[in-house]
């Protein structure tokens, strides 16, 4: 953490503007010279860092609900928690014209199109521009390669938001509109239109091999702030599982098996809790405490306030919208309808008020004031992604030890959350590979609930419908749909990226 406020005093110099700098007819600007440079300013426009690029996908999947405004204990409304309620109640009812920002209160919100497009323009200066600086090539290799896994991640987060899934029903990847790539920094008048899907996804994948390699060879990731590549195979395993082709699950698997041979390590969630069984307020994505992670970034949850009210705001009732009772239930199980020691759930995973759940925040603190974010990729969504992809190759090709290995996967994961101090942990036991699909899915919806915004990947790659009922600020309630295989899947490019681009095709509504 110090090197990143060391380095802001050259990104000020440099990165006032990213398309200033740069511009060889400005002899009056300053242009990096050294390795040393273009690291400040990879570090400081093309990592996300503490940027909160996306945060409202979550709110148009089945973890959240609706209560409405409640009312303080003279009946009336409590106004707090008003714009809470203007600011997602479009989303949630699945409002094309909101989505797309035409209409509603929080725009910037969903305007995730262009902080990502931001980012790409960082990556792409990086890319472009760090061969022409003084240093070692080894370094430059490095830059280049976190400068691609960078790219790589973000087109793959604009498409599970903007693209249809590659395998979704009626869909094919050769004629399915994918996304404008723009893989240069040169500037030019020509507005690029949309690739194709398949196109998008070779992109993506090119971009994540190459990165894999030259992170292998050159670079050592100082901390879980910076991707090394461990991060770039765990990255690679979430993108074969999301395309989600028969050869890819092979992939995912060898992928993930890299990441899990050479870091197989687990956070104890019962090493949180203290004498007395006192919860230490820190959370999986602690870098001091957690070992699982690869690679984090973002804002703490607990202090994004657009459609949850921010943590030390609690009041006693439950705000607009909270944790759904499905997503809560799911924790609740076993014969005796509870969460049979399953800490994720008691263990601040979920913040609450008096009135009920309000909302997941995996507080991840360093120091005394300093908060660092919930995004990025850690071994436990790893061991659940080799899980998915060995059940469904044990669904295509019925070999029993892929039925062991994703049982196996699934038990060492659960095990870690479990308080094992006085009962040890039943180990799950299933033999039909549609059973043992079922329950991995309701494993990962668990374990990654709320956090890099898996749910709506997950809605769109198995073609589930999503049924939403709003309450309104008066108590009545209406009833939204996204059907199955949703046109809406692919969202609405935003308006402001639609007015600058004429050869930007939207999505349909």
């Known amino acids: 953490m110090k090197k990143i406020f060391i380095y802001l005093l050259p990104v000020c110099l440099l990165a006032t503007s990213c398309k200033k700098f740069l511009e060889e007819t400005s002899p009056d600007e300053i242009r990096p010279s050294s390795v040393e440079d273009m690291t400040a300013f990879m570090h400081s426009d093309a990592y996300p860092y503490t940027t909160a690029l996306e945060w409202f996908s979550d709110m148009l999947t089945d973890d959240v609900k609706s209560n409405g405004l409640p009312k303080n204990t003279n009946g009336t409304i409590n106004t707090t928690y008003i714009p809470f309620q203007e600011n997602g109640k479009g989303i949630f009812g699945f409002d094309p014209l909101e989505l797309e920002g035409t209409t509603g209160t929080v725009a910037t919100a969903v305007d995730a199109w262009k902080n990502y497009y931001n980012k790409i323009k960082g990556c792409n200066i990086v890319i472009d521009y760090t061969p022409k600086v003084d240093g070692l090539d080894t370094k430059k290799m490095a830059l280049r390669g976190q400068a691609l896994f960078l790219r790589g991640y973000y087109y793959l987060k604009l498409a599970q938001l903007y693209c249809l899934p590659y395998r979704g029903a009626g869909v094919n990847p050769e004629t399915a509109p994918g996304l404008p790539l723009i893989l240069t920094m040169q500037v030019s008048d020509e507005h690029v239109a949309r690739h194709t899907l398949r196109r998008t996804f070779d992109q993506i994948e090119t971009d994540l091999l190459e990165a894999a390699q030259l992170l292998k060879d050159n670079f050592v990731a100082p901390s879980t702030f910076r991707v090394g590549h461990l991060t770039a195979y765990a990255m690679l395993a979430r993108f074969y599982l999301y395309r989600g082709l028969d050869a890819d699950m092979d992939k995912a698997i060898e992928y993930a098996g890299l990441v899990i041979s050479e870091r197989p390590q687990l956070t104890s969630l019962k090493n949180y809790i203290g004498t007395g069984n006192v919860v230490s307020m820190t959370g999986i994505y602690d870098p001091q405490r957690s070992v699982e992670v690869l690679w984090q970034y973002g804002s703490n949850p607990n202090s994004l306030a657009t459609f949850y009210p921010a943590a030390n705001s609690f009041s006693n009732l439950n705000p607009p919208f909270t944790v759904s009772d ?22 601040n995973f979920f913040k609450y008020t008096l009135g009920g759940v309000q909302y997941p925040a995996r507080t991840s603190k360093i120091g005394l004031n300093i908060t660092a974010g919930d995004k990025g990729i850690r071994t436990g969504e790893v061991y659940i992604i080799r899980s998915e992809a060995l059940t469904r190759r044990f669904l295509r090709t019925a070999q029993d030890a892929d039925r062991i290995q994703a049982l196996k996967d699934i038990n060492d994961l659960r095990e870690s959350r479990y308080d094992t101090r006085n009962t040890a942990y039943t180990p799950v036991d299933i033999s039909t590979g549609d059973a043992l699909l079922t329950y991995v899915l309701e494993e990962r ?14 809605i769109k790659r198995l073609g589930l419908s999503v049924t939403h009922i709003l309450v309104d600020a008066e108590g009545d309630t209406k009833q939204f749909v996204l059907p199955a295989n949703s046109p809406l899947y692919a969202l609405p490019i935003p308006a402001t990226a639609i007015g600058r681009n004429n050869n930007l095709i939207p999505n349909p509504r």
């Open 326 to 347: 499905e997503l809560r239930n799911s924790f609740f199980i076993g014969p005796d309808n509870n969460n049979m020691g399953d800490l994720r759930y008691t263990l």
């Open 445 to 458: 919806r668990r374990e990654l609930s709320f956090e890099e915004n898996t749910r709506w990947a997950d």
